[in-house]
């Protein structure tokens, strides 16, 4: 066990996601909500209680968000974005989808000032197709920002800065905290790892879990450089994302996925859990 991880790591249910991905703490109900994209369904898990709900979706959805209305989340969906009522489980849809033609969306997030962020990638995963766009309310549609992306991934303010990853690329970014301006991009090489999605700390440790490397890569944001420091061994092939959670906001939950292994094993898309020496940033709320 290192330092930093302060527990074995445990899996959290018995469902086993086909591509599980965005996980996201919410403090107000002590809850975590992730989706299964490919299996078009929204997961709830409350730890306290050991509960856990999944609802189907009526459309691919690659995120469901916080907003600042409780149990009102913002969901992602391959045919727009939409609100979801959680304890109605009414969906309205907000616009249609913004993508280019033969895209899905991928990786979301709330950004400080309350709008919408989220990338869009080659259904097919060949072409360099996708996009990063913003939304926020009032607006006709998300705009782009950024096109010729091939896997989006990673979403982190920090320092006046936002942090994203192509995994296509094998590369992290950083760039202007309110738009990202490819211009005026810094680029990070994270060696042989391919970056999916990642969790911040409170004092800049970014950890993103590393599609297809059966870890964790610990990386430290400091002054604007992104500094390398290791990487901790996961039991599951394909970790997808992370985020941290839990009454002390040090619990860091991450998810992973089974698609595209010929003999996956057990816990493969499993939820996974474990303790941590670092504490959360707490999530964004998207601005009605």
Same mark, same amino acid.
């Given at each position: 066990?290192?330092?930093?991880?302060?527990?074995?790591?445990?899996?959290?249910?018995?469902?086993?996601?086909?591509?599980?991905?965005?996980?996201?703490?919410?403090?107000?109900?002590?809850?975590?909500?992730?989706?299964?994209?490919?299996?078009?369904?929204?997961?709830?898990?409350?730890?306290?209680?050991?509960?856990?709900?999944?609802?189907?979706?009526?459309?691919?959805?690659?995120?469901?968000?916080?907003?600042?209305?409780?149990?009102?989340?913002?969901?992602?969906?391959?045919?727009?974005?939409?609100?979801?009522?959680?304890?109605?489980?009414?969906?309205?849809?907000?616009?249609?989808?913004?993508?280019?033609?033969?895209?899905?969306?991928?990786?979301?997030?709330?950004?400080?000032?309350?709008?919408?962020?989220?990338?869009?990638?080659?259904?097919?995963?060949?072409?360099?197709?996708?996009?990063?766009?913003?939304?926020?309310? $009032?607006?006709?549609?998300?705009?782009?920002?950024?096109?010729?992306? $091939?896997?989006?991934?990673?979403?982190?303010?920090?320092?006046?800065?936002?942090?994203?990853?192509?995994?296509?690329?094998?590369?992290?970014?950083?760039? &202007?905290?309110?738009?990202? &301006?490819?211009?005026?991009?810094?680029?990070?090489?994270?060696?042989?790892?391919?970056?999916?999605?990642?969790?911040?700390?409170?004092?800049?440790?970014?950890?993103?879990?590393?599609?297809?490397?059966?870890?964790?890569?610990?990386?430290?944001?400091?002054?604007?450089?992104?500094?390398?420091?290791?990487?901790?061994?996961?039991?599951?092939?394909?970790?997808?994302?992370?985020?941290?959670?839990?009454?002390?906001?040090?619990?860091?939950?991450?998810?992973?996925?089974?698609?595209?292994?010929?003999?996956?094993?057990?816990?493969?898309?499993?939820?996974?859990?474990?303790?941590?020496?670092?504490?959360?940033?707490?999530?964004?709320?998207?601005?009605?």
């Amino acid at each position: 066990m290192s330092a930093f991880l302060r527990s074995e790591i445990v899996t959290v249910t018995d469902y086993r996601a086909e591509l599980g991905e965005t996980p996201v703490w919410c403090q107000r109900t002590q809850s975590l909500l992730w989706v299964d994209i490919l299996n078009q369904r929204l997961l709830r898990y409350w730890p306290e209680t050991a509960s856990f709900e999944t609802r189907a979706l009526p459309s691919l959805t690659s995120a469901a968000l916080l907003t600042d209305q409780q149990d009102l989340f913002l969901l992602v969906a391959q045919d727009g974005l939409a609100l979801y009522d959680y304890l109605s489980e009414k969906r309205s849809l907000l616009c249609g989808y913004a993508g280019a033609e033969g895209t899905r969306p991928n990786e979301a997030a709330v950004a400080p000032d309350g709008s919408l962020w989220f990338g869009t990638m080659d259904i097919k995963e060949e072409d360099k197709i996708g996009g990063w766009y913003r939304y926020e309310t $009032g607006d006709a549609a998300p705009v782009l920002m950024m096109d010729n992306v $091939g896997t989006p991934n990673t979403l982190a303010w920090h320092e006046g800065k936002v942090w994203f990853a192509d995994s296509v690329r094998k590369r992290f970014y950083s760039g &202007n905290a309110r738009r990202i &301006n490819p211009l005026k991009l810094s680029c990070y090489s994270p060696g042989d790892k391919t970056p999916d999605g990642s969790a911040l700390s409170e004092d800049g440790l970014l950890l993103t879990a590393c599609w297809g490397n059966h870890c964790l890569l610990r990386q430290k944001i400091n002054q604007g450089e992104l500094l390398t420091l290791d990487a901790l061994p996961l039991p599951v092939t394909q970790p997808s994302c992370c985020t941290f959670g839990g009454a002390g906001m040090n619990q860091l939950f991450i998810t992973s996925a089974r698609t595209g292994l010929e003999n996956p094993g057990e816990i493969e898309g499993a939820l996974l859990q474990v303790t941590t020496s670092a504490r959360g940033a707490g999530q964004n709320l998207f601005r009605l």
